[in-house]
């Protein structure tokens, strides 16, 4: 009796073990789970992908697929906490700038020979640009999202001001010209959510030639705030401290925060993600008339960066070459537009961009579709110590500097010289 019961023991903490290991797992009947693990959000958004997890299951019975929600807002320490622990999803979506640490540390795959041809050519190399760590591409850039100015339409009309289009857009001068005649009356042209300042202003500073981060010869990489970079956030700058067109009241907001002033007819504009539109659908009062505008442009005309959406593969998966066929199921062309609808986002696949669906007028989608050839990869994408250098350097003197606390010179300085001693730790 007490050999039997030592050996139910044994067989209890086997399977204890087996059920906390990380990765898919294998059914008696040779079936093959896969965990994926999905941040969608937004209502449509988690619907689409719920409905494609049973669509697979449905015509794959060999190879189940379980869907497991997570949250952007804790991924990286929870993903980092499942890499350790050897929990890790088969399948993991992510962005692009949170990659790096991942893809460095040996916790995803390459799926540089995991991927078909069809996925790999029909997603533009500037997009992989993303994903690529190295020599390995470590997540498949599925959905972006360019930032663009939503406007209200009766003021816009009521100021006489051109509308400007992707093929005619606002110089940066311009812009500033415009958002000064919008002001007056207690309402101001425009409404900068800056919480976060950095990837806002390094990513539309792409438009005005801006690059900030210059790598050398020997690979290394420096901080120079040079003219071009200045061009965006001195203009943010001088519209709230010098023209007062741009309320200072919102500098320290998120993009939600300001949604109610703009209702209100308190600010004629606000700089958003594209993102942020089915909010507006959704909260807008009865009548209120909105319409989707392209950022600013200069040098770089209407570039600027961004960090795509990814799907990533474990490196601790058994079942790497399932997981490869799920994600390239996900994304074919009509599923890959699915997903972009269910989040009011831009698919990164040349065909799926085709798509009627995404060139209607309504809510804008047709002028951010226009934009999608000028999305590049983020400036700092493959910087090492950026995080960093964003947290404790970047931040507050951006903030400051777009307060009024310090100048031009100032965040210079601070930008270069405390910039790169920090980066410099990084590449030692």
């Not at 995803?108 to 997009?127: M, V």
Request: proline content about 6%.
């Amino acid at each position: 009796m007490r050999t039997r019961i030592t050996l139910l023991v044994a067989l209890a903490l086997t399977l204890l073990l087996a059920g906390c290991t990380g990765g898919g797992s294998d059914a008696d009947d040779g079936r093959i789970t896969l965990r994926f693990q999905s941040l969608a959000w937004q209502d449509e958004s988690v619907r689409a992908n719920k409905e494609l997890v049973r669509e697979w299951n449905a015509t794959h019975p060999d190879v189940r697929v379980e869907y497991i929600q997570g949250s952007w807002d804790s991924v990286h320490d929870q993903l980092l906490t499942s890499f350790e622990g050897g929990e890790a999803p088969d399948v993991i979506h992510d962005a692009s700038d949170d990659l790096a640490d991942f893809a460095y540390g040996g916790y995803l795959a390459d799926l540089t020979d995991l991927l078909p041809e069809r996925l790999k050519s029909d997603i533009p190399q500037r997009s992989w640009e993303t994903t690529t760590f190295g020599d390995g591409v470590y997540g498949v850039p599925f959905l972006q999202e360019p930032r663009v100015l939503i406007a209200n339409t009766e003021l816009l009309k009521k100021a006489g001001v051109r509308i400007p289009t992707p093929e005619h857009p606002w110089s940066w001068p311009e812009f500033r010209q415009v958002t000064g005649q919008l002001s007056g009356d207690g309402r101001y042209g425009v409404a900068w959510p800056l919480k976060e300042p950095v990837s806002a202003t390094l990513n539309l500073s792409l438009s005005a030639g801006g690059q900030l981060f210059h790598r050398g010869a020997d690979g290394k990489v420096t901080v120079r705030f040079e003219e071009a970079d200045q061009v965006v956030p001195r203009t943010i700058h001088d519209q709230a401290n010098t023209d007062h067109s741009a309320s200072s009241s919102t500098l320290g907001s998120g993009g939600s925060d300001t949604l109610p002033g703009f209702f209100a007819g308190k600010y004629a504009m606000v700089p958003l993600g594209f993102s942020y539109r089915q909010q507006i659908v959704q909260q807008a009062p009865e009548g209120f008339d909105w319409q989707v505008l392209p950022a600013p442009a200069g040098a770089g005309g209407l570039t600027q960066g961004v960090s795509p959406q990814t799907l990533s593969i474990a490196e601790d998966s058994p079942h790497k070459r399932a997981a490869a066929e799920f994600i390239d199921f996900l994304l074919r062309p009509a599923n890959m537009v699915r997903l972009a609808l269910g989040d009011w986002m831009l698919p990164t696949g040349t065909q799926a961009l085709k798509d009627p669906a995404l060139h209607t007028d309504e809510h804008g989608w047709a002028t951010g579709t226009a934009l999608a050839a000028h999305l590049r990869p983020a400036p700092a994408q493959s910087v090492r110590g950026y995080p960093e250098w964003k947290d404790k350097v970047a931040t507050p003197a951006l903030q400051e500097y777009y307060s009024g606390a310090i100048g031009l010179d100032e965040l210079r300085t601070r930008l270069e010289e405390d910039g790169n001693l920090v980066l410099a730790r990084y590449q030692r």
